[in-house]
């Protein structure tokens, strides 16, 4: 009578347990997704980000929509006119506070960000492979 009784209710605990496993698994990934979801609303996950590299110090950052938004709107972004060249944008670098941020290239050997060197005359290659566009 004892073994019958105690074998269904120790099986029941474990059940509970792994319920509880379960439900508190779940609500993490539902809590992550919607995070998530609610990141890429405001354009503002690493997905969406862009790689920008500092024409004067060599710096590689990574600036979402929603952060090139904030730069703009906050006097983080100017537009430089350069002889011959059409106007183009830099944005404030985050290391030397500069505008010397520039779309930056990324090596197809080892997908490597560097930055283009903009019109500052500096040698434009990969730093790992010495990959030059
Ligand atoms: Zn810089
Ligand atoms: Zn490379």
Same mark, same amino acid.
Request: charged letters at 20%.
């Given at each position: 009578?004892?073994?019958s009784?105690?074998?269904?209710?120790?099986?029941k $605990? +474990?059940?509970?347990?792994?319920?509880?496993?379960? @439900?508190?698994?779940?609500?993490? @990934?539902?809590?992550?997704?919607?995070? /998530?979801?609610?990141?890429y609303?405001?354009?503002? +996950?690493?997905?969406?980000?862009?790689?920008?590299?500092?024409?004067?110090? &060599?710096?590689?950052?990574?600036? #979402?929509? $929603?952060?090139?938004?904030?730069?703009?709107?906050? &006097? &983080? @972004?100017?537009?430089?006119?350069?002889? /011959?060249?059409? &106007?183009?944008m830099?944005?404030?670098?985050?290391?030397?506070?500069?505008?010397?941020? $520039?779309? $930056?290239?990324?090596?197809?050997?080892?997908? #490597? #960000?560097?930055?283009?060197?903009?019109? #500052?005359?500096?040698?434009?290659?990969?730093p790992?492979?010495?990959?030059?566009?």
């Open positions: 009578m004892n073994d009784v105690s074998a269904p209710s120790s099986s $605990a +474990t059940l509970v347990k792994v319920g509880f496993i379960v @439900i508190a698994v779940g609500g993490a @990934i539902y809590f992550a997704g919607f995070r /998530g979801r609610n990141e609303a405001q354009l503002d +996950t690493p997905d969406s980000a862009e790689p920008y590299g500092c024409v004067e110090c &060599g710096h590689v950052f990574n600036v #979402t929509p $929603a952060e090139f938004e904030r730069l703009g709107k906050s &006097g &983080g @972004i100017q537009s430089v006119r350069e002889e /011959g060249r059409r &106007g183009r830099r944005l404030r670098c985050p290391q030397c506070g500069k505008f010397g941020g $520039a779309p $930056a290239l990324r090596c197809p050997n080892d997908g #490597t #960000t560097f930055a283009s060197g903009g019109g #500052t005359g500096r040698p434009i290659k990969c790992k492979c010495g990959w030059s566009p």
